[in-house]
Each structure stands twice: as structure tokens, then as C-alpha cells.
């Protein structure tokens, strides 16, 4: 059974930071990616930022230069350093992965069930 837990949300006021965490519990062979999802209410889910296991980014425009990934993979940990936050960065971030529990198995996704994250103007 493998497992996702984000942790770091909460309320921040608009141009502060925070620092969120995902760890994979679990029976972990190895891990292609991991991921952090947004949606707020009345939008499409947005791909926020994901890292691979190689060290490769990909950040949403919108959060260029605000947010950095990272991952410690001894740890099978993603962190997601959020500066500059804006009230529109408000609403609940879910951690995504690609990994596989076992050497020959096919790789699957995982979802964590989310972090608020609230910035007041």
C-alpha cells in the first residue's frame, strides 16, 4: 500500500511563504516523478510543478519564479517552496506520483488527498 501525505499548508498573508511537503510511504521500488496539483473552485485542476527523479522542473507560468520543487529521493519526499504568494495561490494542493512498488512492475500514479493553502490580501 503506498501512501501520499502532504503537510505545510495554511494561512499566510499575500507575499509570504510557505513550504509544502509530500511524502511516499509504502512499499517504494523506485519513483519517476512527483507532482503537485491545484484546483480552485470553478477551475480546471493545473499542474502546479513536478520534478523527476533525474532532477527535470516544469512549473506553471503562473508560478515561475514564486515556486521551487524539489525532491529527496533517500527520503521519497517532494517539497514545494511557495515565495511571493498571491490571494489567487488560495485552494487545496494535492500531490501527484509515478512510481513503481516492485522492480517489474508497470509504473503507477498516486494522489494524496491535499493541503489548504489560504493567502489573505
Known amino acids: 500500500q503506498v501512501q501520499l501525505v502532504e503537510s505545510g499548508g495554511g494561512l499566510v498573508q499575500a507575499g509570504g511563504s510557505l513550504r509544502l511537503s509530500c511524502a511516499a510511504s509504502?512499499?517504494?521500488?523506485?519513483?519517476?516523478?512527483m507532482a503537485w496539483y491545484r484546483q480552485a473552485p470553478g477551475k480546471q485542476r493545473e499542474l502546479v510543478a513536478q520534478?523527476?527523479?533525474?532532477?527535470?522542473?516544469y512549473y506553471a507560468d503562473s508560478v515561475k519564479g514564486r515556486f521551487t520543487i524539489s525532491m529527496d529521493n533517500a527520503k521519497n519526499t517532494a517539497y514545494l517552496q511557495m515565495n511571493s504568494l498571491k490571494p489567487e495561490d488560495t485552494t487545496v494542493y494535492c500531490c501527484?506520483?509515478?512510481?513503481?512498488?516492485?522492480?517489474?512492475?508497470?509504473?503507477?500514479?498516486?494522489w494524496g488527498k491535499g493541503t489548504l493553502v489560504t493567502v489573505s490580501s
Open positions: 501527484y506520483s509515478i512510481l513503481r512498488r516492485e522492480q517489474l512492475e508497470t509504473p503507477r500514479s498516486y
Open positions: 520534478v523527476t527523479s533525474t532532477g527535470s522542473t
Open positions: 509504502g512499499s517504494i521500488f523506485s519513483i519517476y516523478s
